[in-house]
Each structure stands twice: as C-alpha cells, then as structure tokens.
C-alpha cells in the first residue's frame, strides 16, 4: 500500500530515474550545434585538450555535454547514424557506473560510444566486455571509424593472440574483448615472472555488455588455468564397466525416496536429485560398491578407508553422468570429444570442461578417450574478476527482473531506459498442454498456418534435443525451417540475417546474447553481398544492394501487415529474464510482433515445481485430448514458479560467493606480494625481516625451556640455528651473561645480516636480489597450488559439520585463514632459510666450505640467473594455451662465481622441487 501512495505521489523508480537525467541531456543537446560546425581536424585535438584539461582536475562529469556531442557528431558523420536521445541517456547511465536496460533493437552497442570515450580520456583504460570473440571483433570494426575520428585508439582482444600483441591492444584507450579473454589475461599476467610479460594495465572502466548473462548466468563458472596432475583415467573408466549393477533406490506411493534416518526401508543403492543434480548412496549402496571393488582388486580394506575413500568420488560422478546429464542438452560429442553445450545461449563452450572428474566420467560413458585430471593453477569467478574495476557498467535488454541481485553483489543499480518508439507487440497468454506430444502438435498446427501466410517466426527452445524434435516434425509437415544451435554455430550470422524473411521458419536454441537483430523482410545487406560474391568490388557490391534493397521494401510491407516477428516459446525457461529475452526478438523500433509460449505438464520446470498438482487436476476436469488451457492467473502461477527458481538460484550464487569472496582475499593478498616482489629492488631487507622473525620465534623457545635445564636448551636453539641458517653460535660456554636470550639475539642477527652482506659484495645487490626474486616466486607458486587443493578439500569436509550445530561457512573462514597464514610463514621461512644456506665462492677456490647440516645439495652454475622454472599450463575455460614464462635468466656481475645451494632433503612423499604437482617418488625421484 505505502509502494503505490510513494508511486502515486512521486512517480515510479524508473520515472525518478529518468527525471534525474534529462537535465545532463539537455546540456549535451545545446552543444549538438557546435559540434556539427567543427571541421574533421578539430576532433582530435579537442580529444587531446580535453585530456588535458582532465589531467589539470577537471572531471570527466564537467567534460561529458562537450564529450558526448563530440561522440555523437562523429558517429554521425561516420556511420550514417544519430544517436537517439533515449541513446544519449544510455550512455550517461553507463558513465555513472550503473546498469541500462534497453530493448532488443534500440542500438546498445552505438549507445556505448559516448561513455566509452569519455572515459578514455582518462588514459587508463576502458574495456569493452562482450559474450563472444565474433562480438568483440564485429563491436570493434564497426566502432572503429568513429573513435578514430575522435582520435582514440581501439583493440581488440581475440584468444588466438599471441602475448605481444595481446599487450598492444591493451595500450589502446579502448579495448574490445569477452569476459573469458579478460579474465584469463589477469590469472596469466599473476602467474608471471617478469613485469615485462603482463599484458593488463589495471582495472578502471568497463562496460559489461549482456551483463546479465556474464554476472548472473555464468556467475558460478569459475575460469580456471590449469596443468596436468596424476593420471588416474584408468579409474574412471573401470568404475564405468561397474555402474550397471548400481539401482537406484524404489520410491514410495507419494514419489519420495523412504529415509533411512526414520527407519523405513530402502530397496536399492542410490538417490538422484535433479533440481541440484546430485547423488547419494544408500547403506546397501556403499556395501555393493566395496564388494564390486574388493571383486576386481580395485582395493583392500574397506571403502570408507583413507586410501580407498576415493572410488566413492569416482562412483558419484560415474552416477551423475549416466543419470543426470544428458547428450545433446547438457553436452554434445563432436570429433571424439565431450563439448559442454551453455545452458543459457545455446552456443558449445569450446575448450571448457566439467570440473571434478565429471568431464572424465561422462568421457566414459560416451566410450571415447578419457583425458588425464588437470590439476588448478589459478582460478577465480567473474563476480570476482568484475568487482576489481574501479568503475562498472553495463547493458542488456533484460536486467531489472535481476535487479536486486546486482544491487547485493555488484552494488550496482539498474535503470530501465524507455524505447525510442512505443513496443506494438502483443505479447498473449500462455497455453498449456496436458501432455508434450499434444504440444507438439499443437506447435506444428500454429507454425503451419503461420509459414502458410507468410508471417515469419521464431521459435524458441531450451534444448539441442527439443529443436531437433521439432524439425524433425516441421519436416514431416513439409516446413522449410532453418535450425540455429550449438551444433550449427558457424551458419549464425546467414540464419539470424534472414530470420525476419517473408514465410521464414527459425528454430533457435536459447536467443541469449545472441547480440544480433532480426530485420522484418530480411536483410538487404546479407542478400546483397550473397548475390555479389566475396571478391566483388564496391560498385558490384552497390548495385547488388539498391537492387535487393527494393525488394527489401516490398517485403517489409508485406511481413508487416502480417503481423510482424511471430516469436513462440517452447517451453518456460527457469528465468523470467530468459524469456523476456526470446519476446525481445519482436517487435523492434516499433515493429508489429507477436509472442506466445506453448507449455506442458510435462516440461521440466511444470514438473519439478507443482506440476503434478495441475496435470491431475486438468485430468480430473475431463480436458479432451489436445485441448489447451489458457487463464491469466495460470500465467501468474508459472511466474510465480520461475521467482522461486531464481530466488532459489540467486540463494545459491550468494552462497558460493561468501565462500569464494574468502579464497578471493587471499588470492589478492598473494597477487599484491607477488607484484611486490617483482617490483623490490631490496628484497634483502624482506629476508632480513624474516630471520628476525625466525630468530625471535627460536629464542621464546630457549627463553621457555631454560626454566628447566639449561643445558638442553642450549641444545635445542643451536640445532635449531643450524637447521634454519646453517649457523654455529659463537658465545664462550663459561660467558653465563653471553647466554642471556637478548645478548644471543643481538649476536645471532648481526652475524646474519652480515652473511647476507657478504654475498651482496661477491654478487653485487642485484645478483642476490635476483636470485631471491627467484626463490620467492618459485616457493609462493608452489605452495599457491597445494592451497587452492586444501582450500577445496575444506570446503568439502565443512558441510559435514553442519551435523555437529556448526556454522559451516564460519568454520570454512576461520580454518582456511589458519591455513593461509601457515603457508604465509612457512613462505617467509623456507626463503630466509634458503637463503642462509646458500653458499657463494669465488671460482678460483674450488674446496667447498665445510657444512654443519646432514644433507648437502649442491647445484653450480655459471651465473647466479641460471635460477629458471618453466611451466606450461592449459586453460579450462576455453582460451587455449596458457603459459608461465621461464624464471629469472638475465646475467649478474660477476660471472665467475660458483653458487652451492643447500637444502634439506626431499622425502619420496614430498612434492618434487620442479614444481610438476606429482610427488618425488613419482617424478625426479623415479
């Protein structure tokens, strides 16, 4: 009640939010005349003035009615294009940092133009974020004329780039790219070891496009480098062989699985869960797969056993891939591989893989090659990545039905901005079937009689396996029809160019950020350079364009008075932005259109959320065989239905966040000291800071145990000493005051800050600062991989403790923070200790200084630079190859010296010191 008297009184939010801006596009607006005289030279340099007076504090806010005229003007000139004022108010939405909404067709990507370059002004910066490397290429191609008229550089960032030129295009003030590019590039850029190397030159600005897409839809995807770990193939595909026998356990009358927990009786092994596609094992489950392990020697002992634990995992993920996720929905097999296929747009996620053995367990299912485990180098979520910007915007065609979820994760708010003509779609009510095939049929009838009067469609499904269905019965009615999924991809752009044709028939899987618009009648420019050929010269290519363009105009004519883009839905989606999305297709630029969504009882969303309910109440009603039902209120009952599954979707997103944003604060603090060691010219003050550290903690130990015998003590720190730094005290036993814990500090120290100054005058200070350089990065590299494995083993093992009252994500804090400091020390440690140990001589003097420690290693090179690690790495997600470069390898004065490193000795259980992931028995220790 108090919404509608605050709406009454004030207007609506969206209205309040409009009015705020008028004024700024008032002001850009009086400067449209100047602009419009200003000769073609006087663009770049009033962008170059502009710079300045940016550079002497003036703000960019002061810059925009001057800015934004300046983008107008040139894109008008440049593409033939004005950009409405609805466009204008767009781009000053982008500028304040928030989310536009704007409708399919309205020009988004012209609408950037403006805020893109006013913040490039800044020179640090702007990235343009789009879903594919087709939009990121077409995006920066199109725009290019228009920013080099103003005179501001473009790039573009594709994954086929090699390093320099991925570098390059980032100089640029504006750089197109998709998400996956920019996020892979930061992990990379971390996993260097030289500042030359790194590519990104910060985070200022963004401008996120289908934003809903990337920060909602692909919110719990984390992009993921990773290098290959132990082979463990063989497993799955042994576990496979032993599914058959797994049943899954009988459900009672009311469709429930029976508790074990409440004593009824369970009949079989295992339990699926759909709407979370999981698995659980029943008792008589987990003795069945212990007897078919123990059967074929696969273990000893029992399942629950610390070294056969792990079959439990295989079994899971082997039942998950079976019973769960199915071909030509979740995933397609093209050329002997397993491409997971988005959920949300249709399109195959190339290179991506199912992480935690489930790629591997579907592999065995399909019966093609099983690829080997890869172990994680980096890895973080793109609600992550984004937060780093200082300033973030975006714009979809669907963002306020999310609008609370951006404000609670991104704190960014969304503005809905009007369309440039009123929307003349009729948008009706839903009709729901009783079972799919009457749908089905249904859909053929409507489609029909639609192809038959020339109106063109667009029919939306969810599925590879529900658009295939559907040809196959469009053919059987004698419809031509095109079909547009992941298994077509390549064909896009000539399917989407003639989707809006006289009589046209699309079937299209998931029009999510598609990016693409559909032209009624067709579009001339398609048919034009069809007509023209590739290599036809311009004046071919014109004269095929004025002649398809008038019969572009009959055909416009005609569609229109047919009604316009008839968009039909197959079924709802889980979200109501997904929807909304498909509808958006029709009705362009105040273009007629027509959109209608076709349901089953049967469909997944009817059926897992109070589908049984209606489906035995409409049998109960006597419905006839293929009749629909069609109310407004059952419309409201499936939105009612869609909100539970996204509020249930965004409960699940900002769940994992809280986990996440813990490894998220460790990830920065590790990449912070990484960057400063790269960066320290002095990193023998780091190590001196470290040995004082090491020293104090030894001594609170000596000052503890001299409350008993003195003499054991006395023991225990010089052992200690000599373990740490290869360090003898020197302090006459007799000299009772020389023992005191403060005079043995002050000798211990000074003594080992002269050891480090030592091998500064035999190296020179960046020859030991070079050779640290090394060590740190090798040590927090290493020690980096091994966390993020404990990170998720705990965050595994905490759910557990839920059983036990226990806050699960309050434990996953408070244990993965104690961890992280643990390696922090052991970091800091291993450095200081190492380089103690090390031992430099001149080359001439050949007999190598006598050594207290029990195990001496020794490695001589030629030249301290010689400290190098390569490790390649492969991407999950998509991006190709990632690598880390070789470490440390420049020369340090002077060249003859013989370096003799001693370390404790590696144990055959240990991780092996090449930094492979396997253990030392296993790799350098075969």
């Known amino acids: 009640m108090f919404e509608k008297i ?54 960019l806010d002061a810059l925009l009615p001057e800015a934004f005229a300046l983008a107008r003007e040139a894109a008008r000139r440049n593409l033939g294009e ?67 008229y103003l005179g501001v550089t473009v790039g573009t960032i594709l994954s086929d780039m090699d390093n320099a030129r991925r570098k390059e295009n980032y100089a640029c003030d504006i750089t197109y790219g998709t998400n996956n590019e920019f996020g892979f590039d930061y992990l990379r850029d971390n996993m260097r070891w030289d500042l030359e190397g790194r590519v990104q030159r910060g985070h200022c600005f963004c401008v996120v496009d289908e934003i809903d897409s990337i920060l909602i839809d692909e919110a719990r995807t984390p992009l993921i480098i990773s290098g290959a770990a132990e082979d463990d193939t063989f497993k799955y595909a042994e576990v496979d062989k032993l599914l058959g026998t797994l049943e899954e356990v009988k459900k009672k009358a009311d469709g429930e699985y029976p508790d074990e927990t409440q004593g009824e009786e369970v009949v079989g092994d295992y339990k699926l869960n759909e709407k979370n596609k999981n698995v659980s094992f029943s008792n008589n489950g987990m003795a069945k797969i212990e007897e078919l392990l123990q059967k074929r020697n696969l273990i000893k002992g029992a399942i629950v056993d610390e070294e056969n634990f792990e079959y439990l995992h295989y079994f899971t993920q082997a039942l998950r891939a079976h019973k769960l996720f199915h071909i030509d929905v979740d995933y397609v097999v093209q050329d002997g591989l397993v491409q997971i296929v988005d959920e949300f747009t249709g399109r195959i996620l190339y290179g991506r893989r199912y992480s935690d053995g489930l790629h591997q367990a579907i592999e065995a299912k399909e019966r093609i090659k099983i690829a080997q485990r890869n172990r994680t180098l980096a890895t973080i979520t793109f609600q992550n990545y984004f937060r780093l910007y200082e300033k973030i915007s975006g714009m979809t065609g669907t963002a306020d039905t999310e609008a609370v979820e951006f404000a609670k994760i991104y704190n960014l708010d969304v503005v809905v901005i009007p369309t440039n003509l009123p929307v003349s779609r009729n948008d009706e009510d839903d009709v729901v079937y009783l079972n799919e095939k009457e749908k089905f049929n249904a859909l053929g009838d409507e489609i029909a009689a639609a192809h038959k009067r020339g109106q063109p469609m667009l029919v939306g499904t969810v599925s590879i396996e529900k658009s295939e269905q559907l040809s196959t019965l469009l053919t059987r009615r004698g419809v031509r029809h095109e079909v547009l999924n992941a298994k077509n991809h390549a064909r896009e752009a000539a399917i989407i160019a003639e989707a809006g044709a006289r009589g046209a028939v699309t079937i299209a899987t998931n029009m999510a950020g598609r990016g693409t618009d559909i032209k009624l009648g067709g579009s001339p ?178 000052r503890a145990a001299q409350r008993g015998d003195q003499g054991e003590a006395v023991k225990e720190l010089t052992a200690s000493l000599k373990e740490k730094f290869g360090y003898l005290i020197h302090v006459d036993p007799e000299d009772k005051e020389s023992w005191t814990p403060e005079a043995l500090r002050k000798g211990i120290i000074g003594d080992l800050e002269k050891d480090i100054a030592d091998k500064i ?48 994500l309050t434990e996953y804090k408070i244990e993965g923070f104690q961890i992280f400091d643990a390696m922090i020390d052991t970091i800091r440690e291993e450095i200081a200790s190492r380089v103690h140990l090390v031992r430099i001589r001149a080359a001439g003097n050949r007999e190598p200084e ?56 590696v144990g055959r259980n240990d991780p092996c010191p090449c930094g492979s992931g396997k253990k030392y028995k296993f790799c350098h220790g075969r």
């Open 761 to 808: 005058a035999l190296v020179g200070e960046a020859g030991i600062n070079h050779f640290i350089r090394g060590q740190y990065l090798q040590s927090i590299d290493g020690k980096w991989l091994d966390h993020l494995e404990n990170m998720e083993g705990l965050r595994e093992a905490v759910y557990l403790r839920g059983y036990a009252q226990k806050n699960p």
């Open 82 to 148: 004005r950009p409405y004022d609805v466009q204008v108010l767009g781009s000053i939405v982008l500028h304040l940092g928030k989310i536009v909404e704007m409708k399919t067709g309205e020009g988004k990507t012209l609408m950037s133009v403006a805020a893109t370059y006013l913040n490039a002004l800044s020179g640090k910066g702007v990235h343009v974020v789009t879903v594919n490397d087709y939009l990121a290429s077409r995006d920066a191609d199109w725009m290019r004329p228009v920013f080099s």
């Open 6 to 59: 605050v709406k009454a009184l004030f207007g609506s939010q969206h209205e309040r939010d409009l009015k705020a801006l008028l004024p700024i596009l008032h002001s850009v607006n009086e400067k449209e005349a100047w602009a419009a005289a200003l000769p073609a030279e006087e663009f770049p340099k009033l962008t170059a003035l502009f710079k300045e007076r940016y550079a002497k504090g003036e703000t």
């Open 525 to 702: 420019e398609h048919r034009a350079r069809k007509k023209a050929g590739t290599d036809a010269s311009p004046e071919r290519y014109a004269a095929c364009y004025q002649e398809e363009y008038e019969n572009w105009k009959k055909d416009y004519v005609e569609v229109k008075s047919q009604g316009g883009l008839y968009v039909i839905g197959t079924e709802r989606h889980e979200s109501r932005r997904i929807d909304n999305q498909l509808r958006g297709r029709s009705g362009r630029q105040g273009d007629p259109g027509r959109s209608k969504f076709f349901i089953s009882m049967d469909d997944d969303l009817m059926r897992l959320f109070g589908g049984d309910n209606i489906k035995n109440l409409m049998s109960k009603m006597g419905m006839e065989p293929g009749e629909p039902i069609y109310h407004p209120w059952l419309n409201k009952s499936i939105e009612k239905a869609q909100k539970k599954v996204e509020e249930r979707n965004f409960e699940i997103r900002k769940h994992l966040l809280d986990y996440d944003d813990v490894l998220n604060q460790q990830r920065k603090y590790i990449y912070d000291q990484r960057d400063a060691i790269l960066r320290d010219e002095d990193l023998k003050a780091r190590v001196n800071e470290s040995t004082a550290d090491m020293v104090d903690a030894a001594l609170d130990r000596y």
């Open 850 to 905: 006598q050594r207290t420690m029990a195990t001496v290693q020794s490695a001589s090179h030629g030249s301290i630079g010689a400290f190098a690690n390569n490790m390649a790495a492969s991407d999950a997600g998509g991006s190709g190859q990632a690598g880390r470069p070789k470490g440390p390898s420049s020369r340090s004065e002077p060249e003859a010296v013989t370096v003799i490193r001693s370390v404790p000795k």
